[in-house]
T-cell receptor
Framework: SQTIHQWPATLVQPVGSPLSLECTVE??????LYWYRQAAGRGLQLLFY??????ISSEVPQNLSASRPQDRQFILSSKKLLLSDSGFYLC???????????FGPGTRLTVT | TQLLEQSPQFLSIQEGENLTVYCNSS?????LQWYRQEPGEGPVLLVT?????EVKKLKRLTFQFGDARKDSSLHITAAQPGDTGLYLC????????????FGKGTHLIIQP
């Protein structure tokens, strides 16, 4: 069976500090990978998606970047966090060309 | 930009009652997913509907996709406290690589 992990589960960081959130998937190969942000009352916003190693598509201009150094590893980064980066960050995977997405447990980021 | 409007935003009812929540858009989707999310956790996939007019049942939950594939509904019969959560609908366009377009969700509380 497939599992998806995210860490850390919670993070409190000061404004201007760097960020690295990690997501890994087990039990499947060549998944599509996604990063979403969920702010209170605003639903889920797609940030990045990837169809393969080193292939990243960005949906919105922002202070964040993503990388996929390995087939089942997806990293969300920032060089300098802003207050507006606070939120609940969710990683998801899907099989290639499939509609269903499966979400990780999320990371709660608070920028102070 | 594809938008999904969910209604109602909040719903609080007594155990044993029936309810319907709606997901509407002016855009056509190739498929639509329903998720349930509990506080502090990632969304969990409930169902995917693909064909216009399709109806799927999951125990006491009935999902319907509109004939024009622009809207969907979720009906819960004899609601139970365990049904409490945030219900999200998400639409997928053509191609499997893109992320999903999410509605803001319906916060459902079932009071015992």
């Amino acid at each position: 069976s497939q599992t998806i992990h995210q860490w850390p589960a919670t993070l409190v960081q000061p404004v201007g500090s760097p960020l690295s959130l990690e997501c890994t998937v087990e039990g499947t190969s060549n998944p599509n990978l996604y990063w979403y942000r969920q702010a209170a009352g605003r639903g889920l916003q797609l940030l990045f998606y990837s169809v393969g190693i080193g292939q990243i598509s960005s949906e919105v201009p922002q202070n964040l970047s993503a990388s996929r150094p390995q087939d089942r590893q997806f990293i969300l980064s920032s060089k300098k966090l802003l207050l507006s980066d606070s939120g609940f960050y969710l990683c998801a995977w899907s099989r290639p060309a499939a509609h269903e997405q499966y979400f990780g447990p999320g990371t709660r980021l608070t920028v102070t | 930009t594809q938008l999904l409007e969910q209604s109602p935003q909040f719903l609080s009812i007594q155990e044993g009652e029936n309810l319907t929540v709606y997901c509407n858009s002016s855009s056509v989707f190739s498929s639509l997913q329903w998720y349930r999310q509990e506080p502090g956790e990632g969304p969990v996939l409930l169902v995917t509907v693909v064909t216009g007019g399709e109806v799927k049942k999951l125990k006491r939950l009935t999902f319907q996709f509109g004939d024009a594939r622009k809207d969907s509904s979720l009906h819960i019969t004899a609601a139970q406290p365990g049904d409490t959560g945030l219900y999200l609908c998400a639409g997928a366009g053509g191609g499997g690589a893109d992320g999903l377009t999410f509605g803001k969700g319906t916060h459902l509380i079932i009071q015992p």
